[in-house]
T-cell receptor, first 112, second 112 residues
């Protein structure tokens, strides 16, 4: 069966520090991968998606970046965090249109 | 562009009351429609989905029907329980990388 792993679960980082969040999917190949952010009291905002290795599409301009070094690995990064980067970050995958999306358990990031 | 409009919460109901959470969408073509649920402190879980017009998705007593003529996908449950307290997100998939476009979420609180 397919599983999605996301870590860490919680993270407290100072302003200006770097960030690396990792997401991996097991039990499937060539998944579509996504990073979403959920700010406090707000809905989900699509940040990045990837339909293959090395293919990254950005939905929102910001100081975050994403990479997909392997088929089932999706990394969210920042060189210098801002206070506004605080939020709940969710990774998700799907095999394709209409198949449903599976979310990871999320990373709660607090920038102080 | 594609978008999802969801009724604003919070919604507070007594146990065994009837629930309706409205959701309408704008999208080109024939998107797939989803309802996700987020329990406190957790990631998102797929509740139900519908992939074509007039389809009815159902799960755990919740139902939603894909109404193309009214571009709606309202969530209903005949008798809510305290354990249904959560945030509910309506979502639409569009074709660019099959990413999900979420509504802002509706918080539901069910009291005994």
């Amino acid at each position: 069966s397919q599983t999605i792993h996301q870590w860490p679960a919680t993270l407290v980082q100072p302003v200006g520090s770097p960030l690396s969040l990792e997401c991996t999917v097991e039990g499937t190949s060539n998944p579509n991968l996504y990073w979403y952010r959920q700010a406090a009291g707000r809905g989900l905002q699509l940040l990045f998606y990837s339909v293959g290795i090395g293919q990254i599409s950005s939905e929102v301009p910001q100081n975050l970046s994403a990479s997909r070094p392997q088929d089932r690995q999706f990394i969210l990064s920042s060189k210098k965090l801002l206070l506004s980067d605080s939020g709940f970050y969710l990774c998700a995958w799907t095999p394709g249109q209409g198949a449903g999306y599976t979310f990871g358990s999320g990373t709660r990031l607090t920038v102080v | 562009g594609d978008s999802v409009t969801q009724m604003e919460g919070p919604v507070t109901l007594s146990e065994e009351a009837f629930l309706t959470i409205n959701c309408t969408y704008t999208a080109t073509g024939y998107p797939s429609l989803f309802w996700y649920v987020q329990y406190p402190g957790e990631g998102l879980q797929l509740l139900l989905k519908a992939t074509k017009a007039d389809d009815k998705g159902s799960n755990k007593g919740f139902e939603a029907t894909y109404r193309k003529e009214t571009t709606s996908f309202h969530l209903e449950k005949g008798s809510v329980q305290v354990s249904d307290s959560a945030v509910y997100f309506c979502a639409v998939s569009f074709f660019s990388g099959y990413a999900l476009n979420f509504g802002k979420g509706t918080s539901l609180l069910v009291t005994p």
